[in-house]
C-alpha cells in the first residue's frame, strides 16, 4: 500500500489475487489508478496502473493492459457513474462484456480490473456496452 491509496476493491481466482488501488486525492487533475497483483504460492508480485484526469461525460472509459513476468496479463478499467458495463476486446477475437461494480470512491468513478489467461492473449481495445 502507497501513502494516499486507498483499496477500491480486493479479488481472487485460484492462487492469484489482486487489488485496485486509487488516489485519495487528485494531483495537478491527475487521479492515479492501480492495480497490485501476485501469486500467493510463488509471491510473484506486479504493480501497474495509469493517471490522468478521471473518467466524465466526455471520457467516460479509460483504461490499461499489460503483462509483467511471473504473472497473468491483466487490464484495468475505469468509469464515469453512468458507465454500468464494457467490453474488452481480447488478441484472440473473443469479446468480454464486464460489469463495472457500484461506484468506489467519494468521485463516482467505477473501478474493475482482472486477469487475461492463455499465452500471448492480450486486451486490445475497451469500450462502453
Do not use: C
Amino acid at each position: 500500500m502507497l501513502p494516499g491509496f486507498s483499496a477500491i476493491s480486493n479479488s481472487e481466482i485460484g492462487d492469484l489475487s489482486w487489488t485496485v488501488w486509487t488516489a485519495d486525492e487528485l494531483d495537478d487533475g491527475q487521479l492515479f489508478t492501480y492495480v497490485e497483483r501476485w501469486f500467493r504460492e510463488n509471491k510473484a508480485h506486479a504493480t501497474s496502473g495509469f493517471a490522468g484526469p478521471p473518467p466524465s461525460v466526455v471520457d467516460r472509459v479509460q483504461w490499461w493492459a499489460g503483462g509483467s513476468t511471473s504473472l497473468p496479463a491483466f487490464w484495468l478499467v475505469r468509469t464515469h457513474s453512468e458507465v454500468e458495463a464494457v467490453v474488452l476486446r481480447l488478441s484472440d477475437g473473443v469479446l468480454l462484456r464486464v460489469t463495472m461494480p457500484a461506484p468506489g470512491d467519494g468521485r463516482g468513478v467505477r473501478y474493475q480490473a482482472g486477469p487475461v489467461f492463455g499465452d500471448g492473449i492480450s486486451v486490445l481495445e475497451v469500450r462502453e456496452a
